[in-house]
């Protein structure tokens, strides 16, 4: 089995510092690509360092919501060289969180709207975190006047009602852990209706382990096979074909440069 972990923080304090151990554990589970998602613009320095380093880690940069209002001047100049690197796949994780109000609202649509944008000025994907805030997400989006089918919504928690407007648009939407959650039925029933060409799926190491190694503290790339696993049953088909599906995906929408 083929997979890709499509949005894991590589950086993180609690994976860095034993990647090579993470990344071969990953490998053992059928991980065959990782794409480390950035919050902020030296996150994202390091994220490219850590791909240039790794032949199957791939990177985004981006100024994640959290961090909105703590950008220079030149965040974009800085961005747009950060994309240029030859492992940048996306500019992410971008979007908005109305949970934790870390930046405020009104900083945190401008700075998504500049990144969306960039991105559409260079011809790059968006991966797009959303927390209680998703009218004005489709809102910013829809101003932006990105493609949908540039865009992806990382570790989506939205049901059926929310799933039905991502597909709307024509974006792509990827599930973590916590759609394995016993919780999630809602987010479960959403993921039963997303076409097979639009579905990936992730870890958000070290966040979020997903059932049924929930009690990790550090989750790792190497759980992805446990989301493939819980939305393979929900979808109806095999962790295998729903493996494949999600790894072409992947390829097609980060314009992966891979064989898997
Ligand atoms: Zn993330």
């Known amino acids: 089995m083929k997979l890709i972990d499509t949005h894991c923080h590589l950086t993180d304090d609690r994976l860095k510092p034993g990647l090579e151990g993470v990344l071969s554990r990953a490998g053992e589970a059928g991980g065959v690509a990782f794409i480390c998602a950035t919050a902020h613009i030296a996150d994202s320095a390091e994220a490219a360092e850590i791909a240039g380093r790794h032949k199957q880690v791939w990177c985004t940069a981006g100024v994640h919501p959290h961090d909105a209002k703590n950008v220079g001047k030149d965040y974009l100049e800085r961005l747009k060289e950060l994309a240029a690197n030859s492992k940048n796949v996306a500019i992410g994780e971008i979007g908005l969180d109305y949970h934790y109000d870390f930046s ?10 500049e990144q969306l944008a960039l991105a559409a000025r260079l011809g790059k994907p968006v991966a797009v975190h959303t927390r209680e805030a998703f009218d004005d997400t489709l809102a910013v989006i829809s101003e932006s006047g990105i493609a949908g089918g540039q865009i992806l919504f990382h570790s989506f928690t ?9 597909l709307n648009i024509g974006a792509f939407v990827s599930y973590s852990g916590i ?9 479960r029933a959403g993921a039963a209706l997303v076409p097979d060409d639009r579905v990936l799926i992730e870890t958000d190491a070290p966040y979020l382990s997903p ?6 503290k550090i989750n790792e790339p190497a759980n992805v096979i446990h989301v493939a696993e819980c939305l393979a ?19 097609r929408f980060f314009a992966l440069d891979t064989e898997a």
């Open 211 to 216: 059932e049924p190694v929930r009690k990790m």
């Open 104 to 113: 405020p609202r009104d900083v945190q649509r401008r700075i998504f709207a």
């Open 179 to 187: 759609a394995t959650f016993n919780s999630a039925a809602d987010i």
């Open 158 to 166: 939205g049901g059926p009602d929310e799933i039905r407007r991502v």
């Open 233 to 251: 049953v929900v979808r109806r088909t095999t962790p295998k074909t729903f493996a494949e599906q999600t790894t072409a995906n992947a390829v």
